[in-house]
């Protein structure tokens, strides 16, 4: 008994000093694990070059090097390190109730309505900005680990022009918000002379609240958003340029993936993987959306218009594991990094171009032809609202995209200009010649070639961009052959070469080389070298040439009232009699039930008897060379 009030009595009069020890006890393991888990984000161990499978690539300026080497084998297991998350940048409560203050008196002021911009600016104006974005990254992504110190750092710039307020400070934060800060040392804004007064003052007075990183370039006059982009480029102090479109946002780690690459292969541009932003949700696509074995690369057409296409087969295996870039063979425009002595080097973007248009496809070729690479990183993400065309030119137009484009193929594209001008001179009001002054300043652009010691526009279509099909001079017509009222358009069977239709067309935005056809001045339909026959059936099919005797008398009869690039395809037999190709539900046994074209009586303005087709060519429209 005398014990137990013994060691009451103790208890009491330690009581406190008990506690103070088991809380000090506490404080000192808690800081230890912080301190750990701060040592591992900014641990030095990088992961290993060896997962970068085109690493070894040899250089594109040896004549026997192709721009798709089958890369060496690599380990392909990958330690699982964790990274650094998502984390708007911390501020006082006092000062976000500031900004709040001001967004608000900044949303108040007059502006364009989203007609005018193309997209859902009045839901955009509800969102955070300060709003988490998907991380769409495939698994493996987030698993490598980056040396923060050692990597270069990154200036991005936004060239605007009568843009969206909230959509632009949404930019600005998602860059700042997913970017490293110690990677991130110039956020530059390029304003092109905007006519908007929500961009004037009220920018500023929100920009002023920003990091100081963030800053307001102002052009006098319109300059346009090639020299707007290099006037920006001319004040930037990082060591990697990233371009940028001001409707876009950031995915976690899009940084570190592309500046590790560009310090390994510093003559490479590389572009990250852009998802959509939902025109009118303005959402991020969610991940069961993304199918990360899709692996799209941007190309062009003959007419100089960008378009997107799957990676051909036979590149697609040489990606041996989900972090590995592939090579691009032309830049999409709206984002892209390039290290700022590559892009000194190969003189920056061409200023001679005007206002827009051309700028991303003269980059591209002038970087592979001049000794550089492109590729498209899966690690890094962006997130792009893909509206339609809203941007506004200082003058005609159709004629500055056209001056635009003939000083890049009259540049890079050797013999193989005459297909640009053969699939747009057909439309008068793209025919467009060079003043005197464009022409010297275009002579002075072609030395900037001869003093890079660029390689062929041939060298480019074998090595780069092989399956870009090319138009034989006896072809009228070429390109998809699209329904004008079920929207489908031929593919070939690969089994027993007969055409079907697929709903799965060229868009806008999309090009399909496999299912391309041309149509000849003595009326062949050409398919890869080979012809299309008419069956038995009435059907088509692909064929050698010269194996039936229904090959020739094949005619396109435009439809004047539709335009230059839809009318009725017909057939014309040995006999005399002609029949109008329309699509139908197949009832033979070959493909039954399948959607085919197939000739039937002709009918005066049946929509199924109606096809357009990609290019309506002119050659004999092609001018002499302007210099």
Not at 253 to 262: D, K, V
Not at 351 to 360: D, F, K, R, S, T
């Amino acid at each position: 008994m005398a014990l137990s009030i013994l060691i009451e009595r103790l208890c009491r009069k330690h009581f406190t000093k008990l506690v103070l020890a088991l809380i000090v006890i506490y404080l000192l393991s808690a800081v230890h694990f912080f301190s750990s888990v701060s040592n591992d984000k900014e641990s030095k161990t990088v992961e290993p070059s060896k997962i970068d499978s085109l690493q070894k690539l040899k250089q594109l300026n040896t004549k026997t090097t192709r721009a798709f080497p089958k890369p060496h084998i690599i380990e392909k297991s990958t330690p699982k390190i964790k990274i650094p998350i998502y984390q708007p940048i911390d501020i006082s409560e006092e000062h976000k109730r500031k900004r709040l203050k001001v967004l608000k008196e900044v949303y108040a002021v007059p502006h364009p309505g989203d007609d005018v911009y193309k997209l859902n600016e009045s839901l955009s104006r509800t969102i955070d900005l300060d709003r988490k974005p998907n991380d769409l990254r495939p698994d493996k992504c987030k698993e490598l680990k980056y040396d923060l110190d050692s990597l270069p750092t990154v200036s991005v710039i936004f060239p605007i022009y009568n843009e969206a307020l909230s959509m632009l400070l949404r930019a600005i934060h998602s860059v700042i918000n997913n970017t490293p800060q110690k990677l991130l040392v110039d956020v530059i804004l390029v304003d092109d002379d905007s006519k908007n007064e929500n961009l004037k003052k009220p920018l500023d007075q929100y920009v002023a609240l920003l990091p100081s990183k963030v800053r307001i370039l102002r052009n006098s006059k319109r300059e346009g958003l090639i020299r707007a982009r290099m006037r920006g480029a001319a004040v930037a102090t990082g060591d990697v340029l990233m371009f940028q479109d001001v409707h876009t946002e950031f995915s976690p780690g899009w940084a570190e993936a592309a500046l590790q690459y560009i310090q390994q292969h510093p003559n490479t541009i590389v572009q990250p993987v852009v998802e959509e932003l939902e025109v009118n949700k303005i959402t991020w696509p969610s991940r069961d959306a993304i199918q990360h074995k899709d692996m799209w690369r941007g190309v062009f057409m003959w007419d100089m218009r960008f378009a997107w296409n799957l990676v051909p087969k036979k590149y697609t295996s040489w990606q041996l594991t989900e972090v590995d870039p592939w090579p691009n063979p032309v830049l999409v425009g709206c984002s892209l990094a390039v290290g700022r002595k590559w892009f000194d080097h190969l003189g920056g973007f061409d200023q001679g171009l005007n206002i827009w248009g051309g700028e991303n496809i003269e980059l591209s070729l002038r970087s592979w032809m001049c000794g550089g690479r492109m590729v498209i990183h899966p690690c890094s993400r962006i997130a792009h609202v893909f509206k339609p065309f809203s941007y506004a030119f200082d003058g005609d137009k159709e004629h500055i995209i056209a001056k635009n484009s003939i000083r890049v193929i009259e540049t890079w594209m050797d013999q193989h200009r005459d297909y640009f001008y053969a699939s747009n001179y057909v439309y008068p009001y793209k025919i467009v010649e060079l003043d005197e002054k464009e022409r010297d300043s275009l002579r002075e652009h072609k030395k900037l070639r001869e003093k890079l010691k660029c390689k062929s526009f041939d060298w480019y279509l074998d090595n780069v961009l092989p399956e870009m099909n090319k138009p034989t001079k006896d072809m009228l017509r070429f390109g998809e052959v699209q329904n004008f009222k079920s929207k489908s358009c031929w593919l070939k069977d690969d089994d027993d070469g007969y055409i079907l239709s697929t709903p799965d067309c060229y868009t806008y935005s999309r090009m399909k080389p496999e299912q391309e056809f041309g149509l000849t001045k003595d009326g062949q339909l050409l398919h890869f070298g080979s012809c299309v026959t008419v069956t038995e059936h009435l059907l088509l099919r692909v064929v050698t040439c010269g194996s039936t005797d229904t090959e020739k008398g094949w005619t396109f009869d435009l439809y004047a009232a539709l335009g230059q690039q839809i009318g009725v395809l017909k057939f014309k037999f040995a006999d005399g009699k002609i029949r109008c190709l329309q699509q139908v539900t197949n009832i033979v046994e070959h493909h039954l039930n399948a959607q085919m074209p197939q000739l039937l009586e002709c009918r005066d303005d049946d929509p199924w008897q109606l096809w357009y087709i990609t290019y309506n060519l002119g050659y004999h429209l092609v001018p002499e060379q302007p210099v």
